[in-house]
């Protein structure tokens, strides 16, 4: 069974700059897993941020940013604003099945 | 506007069955993979089941194969979930979500399995 591994915490200053990661347990990740991630805020269904490792939908402000690093899918977010404080997910794609990370939450202090 | 509104969640015991419903509007439809995510309380995000726009191809998780049936009715602009032989496991938000991106989302459906 494929495994996603995300980092469970992560905390940031305001203003500052964090990186997330999605890492897989097949091995490195491609633009072929089309990585994809969304944020979570407490009580609201998931919002779509990335699709296709490094797109923005037209709703997701400029300083969230997608790229592969270091054989994973990663989320950088600059000039982290409060209201970043939340859970991130990401899921990547192995041919027909869809598998979620299990999710990191981003302490904005 | 796209949106999606799911209903059909509630409280059923084990060995139970429901059917979810998700509402669709703002988009063409039957142009669309659609897609049912799950969350238990406090926990991350599953990929229960999705259906090609046409309904040819369908999967299921592991955790819900041979239970679960998901279905879509184009003319309806409707995606289902039926679920049978419930479990105290299946307790979760249900979400429904729009296409290969899982670009929009419902606000999700409460299912308690519990006697």
């Known amino acids: 069974q494929t495994v996603v591994t995300q980092e469970p915490s992560l905390t940031v200053s305001p203003g500052g700059t964090v990186t997330l990661t999605c890492a897989s347990s097949t091995g490195a990740v491609t633009s072929g897993n089309s990585p994809k991630w969304f944020q979570q805020k407490p009580g609201q269904a998931p919002r779509a941020l990335i699709y296709s490792t490094s797109n923005r939908h037209s709703w997701t402000p400029a300083r969230f940013s997608g790229s592969l690093l270091g054989g994973k899918a990663a989320l950088t977010l600059s000039g982290v604003q409060p209201e970043d404080e939340a859970e991130y997910y990401c899921l990547l794609y192995y041919g027909g099945v869809r598998v979620f990370g299990g999710g990191t939450k981003l302490t904005v202090l | 506007e796209v949106q999606l509104v799911e209903s059909g969640g509630g409280l059923v015991q084990p060995g139970g069955s429901l059917r979810l419903s998700c509402a669709a509007s703002g988009f063409t439809f039957s142009n669309y993979e659609m897609n049912w995510v799950r969350q238990a309380a406090g926990k991350g995000l599953e990929c229960v089941s999705y259906i090609s726009n046409s309904g040819s191809t369908i999967y299921y998780a592991d955790s819900v194969k041979g239970r679960f049936t998901i279905s879509r009715d184009n003319s309806k602009n409707s995606l289902y979930l039926q679920m049978n032989s419930l479990r105290a496991e299946d307790t979760a938000v249900y979400y429904c979500?729009?296409?290969?991106?899982?670009?929009?989302w419902g606000q999700g459906t409460l299912v308690t399995v519990s006697s």
């Open positions: 979500t729009r296409g290969t991106g899982f670009d929009y």
